[in-house]
């Protein structure tokens, strides 16, 4: 397997692996109340999961990483193959990685304050895939 790819599909599995470790492990405060009475409200913090903190929004924060990086990784694959043809074609599948980068960039720059410090590798994995793919 050659470097690029490598570093893409590497990049790919994080995508993967991260929502699943944040499903099972709780990481997201989540105040609860424990008492309600006129004038006074308690509340307690309380470690929660992924799906237990975003709900119905999981699905959208597990899919979009991994389908954004899905692309980065049949580009690196498919400009390999086209080398052969054509220059234009070739930069064009490699403007998809850089396109898919910035998209998890903005992805993780958004979610910053909960999942999108997770995924910095992923964007370093992606960023490392682009270098090395000549």
């Known amino acids: 397997m050659k470097t690029p790819l490598l570093y893409a599909a590497l ?11 944040l499903m099972l492990i709780p990481i997201f405060n989540s105040p609860e109340t424990i008492t309600e009475v006129t004038g006074f409200t308690q509340y307690i913090i309380r470690k929660v999961t992924l ?3 975003h709900g119905d929004k999981m699905l959208f924060i597990i899919a ?3 389908i954004v990086s ?7 694959i498919m400009g390999n193959h086209q080398r052969s043809y054509s220059r234009r074609i070739t930069l064009r599948w490699k403007s998809y990685s850089w ?6 960039i903005i992805f993780t720059s958004l979610s910053i304050g909960t999942v999108g410090l997770f995924y910095i ?4 994995l992606m960023l490392l895939s682009i270098i090395y793919n000549k």
């Open 11 to 21: 990049a790919h599995i994080s995508t993967i692996v991260i929502p699943f470790m």
């Open 51 to 53: 799906l237990d903190a």
């Open 64 to 66: 979009f990483p991994w």
């Open 70 to 76: 899905g692309v980065s990784v049949i580009s690196i």
């Open 99 to 104: 396109g898919s980068m910035i998209i998890i």
């Open 121 to 124: 590798p992923t964007i370093l």
